[in-house]
Each structure stands twice: as C-alpha cells, then as structure tokens.
C-alpha cells in the first residue's frame, strides 16, 4: 500500500517538473522562433484606449535579421492622410521613420525586442521573477497556439500570456494583466503567412518626395554623472543601461537609468531642480505605464515603466546621493 | 548721473569717461551734496566715523531722512533693474555694500527676496505629476526599454507637435 503511494507521488511530481519545464521550453522555442522564421501578418497593438494595425515583414538571411513595421492606422491632419509610420530593423538597428508636420523624422535606436520578438533569447532572469505555468489551446489568427501564464513571484510585475503557435514556435499574442486580472495591454496576429522568397526588395522606406527628411538629435553620452546610487530597487530588477538624455529647453542633460527583469523595464530620469520651476511629485496612470514623481536632495526624480504602481513607487524613493546636493553643486 | 556717481565713489566706475561728473560736482548744486552725503554714507558703513574721522553734526539723520523721501521710489522693480542686481550680487565678492544699494534700502530687501528664491526652489509648491504629463520622459523610456510595443501609439497619443 505505502509503495503504491509512494510510486503514485513520484509519478506525480515528476510529471509537474514535466510540465514547467515544457512551459519554460515552449517559451524558449518562441524566442528563436521569432527572430529565426521569414513571415508577414498584421497584428494589432492595444494598450489603454489606443489601437494600432502594424504590418509586419520579417527575414533573417544567412542570420542577418531584416523586419520592416508599418503603422497602418494613421491620423489624418488638415485633410491630408499623414504618410505611415515605417519601422526598420537591421540586426540590432533599428531605423523609425516617423511623420511629424511637414517633416519625416528619422530616428535610431539600438538592441530592442519588437514584436513578436518580445522575449529575450536567454530566459534566465525571467526565471528568477517569475514562474511559467503551461495554459489552454487556443486558436489566434488561424493558428493553433499553447498558452503560457508567465506568473510573478511577487507584486513587482505584471503577470504575461503567451500564445505560441503550436507547430513554429513562433508568438502569436501576448497579454499584459494585471493582479485584478485586467488586460493593459494586448498585442496579437490577426493575419499571418510564412515567407518562402529569399527577396529583399521590400526593405526599404517608402520616400516622400514633398517631404524634408531630418535626423532626430543624437543623444550625448559623455556626461553621465554619478552622484547618485541606488539603494534599494525591487528584488528581480538590475540595471541595464544608463545614458544622458538631452531634452529640448533643459540646459543640462538628464541621466535616465533603465532597470529589467527580463520582460519588464522602467526608466529612472533623474535632474536637478530648475530654478522657478514647480518640481513634480505623485503618481499618475496612462494605459499599461506607471508614472512617479519624487524630490529628494533638490533633484526631480521621474520614474516610469509598464509595471505596477509598487515598482516605481519604490524606485522613486530608493534614490540617494553621495555627495553635495544639486545646489551646492553650483 | 546720481548712479553714476555712486558707482564711481565705489570704484566701479570708468574714472577716464567721469570727466562730466567731476565737473559737476566742482560746480556744486545737488550732484555736490550728492557727493558729501554719498562719502559720509560710505564712511559709517565703514565705521570711519568717530573714530578720529569726519564727526557726525547733528542734523545728520534728519538730512537722509529728507534725502531718501526726494528719492524716487523704487518699490516697484521693473524687469531690468532685477537683473542689474542679480549681476551686481554674483561679481561683488567679497560682498562690499554699494553706497546706492545702502541708500535705496527698498532695492536691498529686494535682493534678498531674489536670493531666497534663487536657493530655495524647493519653496515653490509641488504640483502633481499628474498636471504635466512628462511627454519627453515617456518617449524617451519607449525608446530605450527593452521589450516595448508602446512606440506604435505613440506620437498619436502622447506627443505634442514639437516645432
């Protein structure tokens, strides 16, 4: 009898280990899938009140990644439908080609996990924060997809569903909801088609020839301060980069600190207080985003990130500096 | 020219173009009192006074009282004369009274009250967060988060057209 249930637990343990590590695995396999398969679809991205179409098309040649975005629902200003918003990457590079007025602004960045590329390709810090629990299976886009609860271990984050297409791996949707089980934020395939051509013609911007092109101002990096350190961040949070921010009408630049989980980020912006200026304090909701703003030391602190109120509560607190305060300073 | 010649009492006056002022005052009338009662003021606040130094008559106050009401009154600072102070207060170190400043106690409470609001932002009330939307800050995490969909809403949601 003992034996029996005894062999009864270990069976049943062994196929829990089972199912949690299929469901880091299924995550796992999305990751590359992503970032390894040549497709096109449209998804939609809502996030509070706002919805957008993207087009997607990606290619990866030989391991070089090619995805073009395209904004398909644009606003029409002064009767003029505003050319679309066109987002190219190149590996790691990442070109935004954005109408602004009369302008088309292009602006780069480096080294971001756009859709359906959302998880990182090393899992192992999302490990610590978080537990993976395998779901239902569904259908998303015409495609069988399993369903994986990314569930937090604490209240520093949000929870995540995942549905990965059952046969490539590849994501389809994936939700952001909160501890009352609110959606905040949802981004899903409506269409989606695999790519057999190897052709490389799409990937270039449509040029409106009406249109003045300009390179958005470059960020200087070479003023980073390091008078601050901070003490106190939520378990699971490390940061990630750090760079000087310079903003239109603030004469110095202002350090914005950038802190992960492996799925989660929020943003530090720390600057002196201005002379005149009302400094800003308190908290402040916009769809999946928390804002908090804090003073300590004659600094403004900012801190925002799609994560819950707790988080950047808690970072905008957990600030201290080593020496003089911003007034001294001067 | 009463400024003028404060400024040059204090040496803060170019003495080659204080030809007219000289003139002036060696011409006696009201720019020669002006020079009496400026280097009298000057040598109390030095405390030259009484001290083997000019002796105060009697009628001393009684003269600056009568002086500062003539004055024009200066309790109404306009935009340029707020700066004029500010300059004077961050080169003057170490801080000497100017003979004008001391004469016009109006405008020295005036500096103060600047100074104050100068090194104590934190005495203007917070405002919530709430009030203005950090636009700039919420872009800027947009951009370098990363894992982020927001960017796609963007410019339609949250920016303002920035020229």
Known sequence: ?330 | MKDQLSALIDGEFDIESSEHLITSVKSGGELKGCWTHYHLIGDTLRGDIGRGGVQMSHDFSQRVMSALESEPALLALNGQNQTLISNKQSYNTPRVWSVAASVAAVMFVGVMVLQQQLNQPEALAPVEIAQSVPTEYLQAHQAAAPSNAAYYIQTANYTEPRQ
């Open chain 1, 1 to 330: 009898m003992l034996r029996t249930i005894f062999v009864a637990v270990l069976a049943l343990v062994s196929i829990n280990s089972y199912a949690v590590d299929d469901a880091w695995f299924v995550l796992q396999k999305s990751a590359y899938a992503s970032r390894e398969l040549n497709y096109q679809g449209v998804f939609v991205y809502q996030n509070g009140k706002q919805t957008r179409s993207v087009q997607i098309t990606h290619m990866n040649n030989a391991g070089q990644e090619l995805t073009r975005n395209v904004v398909l629902d644009n606003s029409i200003t002064s009767g003029q439908a505003n050319q679309p918003r066109e987002v190219y990457s190149q590996g790691k590079d990442i070109v935004i080609f954005r109408p602004q007025n009369q302008k088309m602004v292009i602006e780069k960045r480096r080294g971001q996990n756009l859709f359906p590329a959302m998880l990182p390709t090393d899992l192992v810090a999302i490990k610590t924060s978080y537990t993976a629990r395998l779901g239902a299976l569904e259908y998303v886009a015409g495609r069988e997809a399993q369903i994986v609860e990314l569930v937090p271990n604490d209240a520093f984050r949000y929870s995540y569903k995942i549905w990965a297409d059952t046969e490539y791996g590849l994501l389809l949707k994936m939700t952001l909801i909160d501890s009352k089980n609110q959606t905040l934020e949802q981004i899903e395939f409506n269409q989606l088609s695999m790519l057999n051509s190897h052709d490389e013609n799409w990937f270039k911007p449509r040029i409106d020839v009406e249109k003045s092109y300009v390179m958005q101002d470059a960020t200087a990096v070479n003023q980073i301060t390091n008078d601050w350190v901070v003490t106190d961040l939520p378990v699971g949070y490390a940061k990630v980069e750090h760079r000087a921010l310079v903003v239109s009408g603030k004469t110095a630049p202002v350090d914005q600190i950038i802190f992960s989980d492996g799925i989660a980020s929020v943003s530090l912006f720390i600057e002196p207080l201005t002379k005149g200026k009302h400094p800003k304090m308190g908290h402040m909701q916009i769809g999946s985003t928390n804002i908090c703003a804090n003073v300590i030391n004659g600094y403004q602190l900012t801190v925002v990130g799609e994560v819950p109120a707790a988080t950047v509560m808690q970072i905008a607190k957990a600030v201290s500096f080593k020496k003089q305060t911003a007034f001294n300073k001067k």
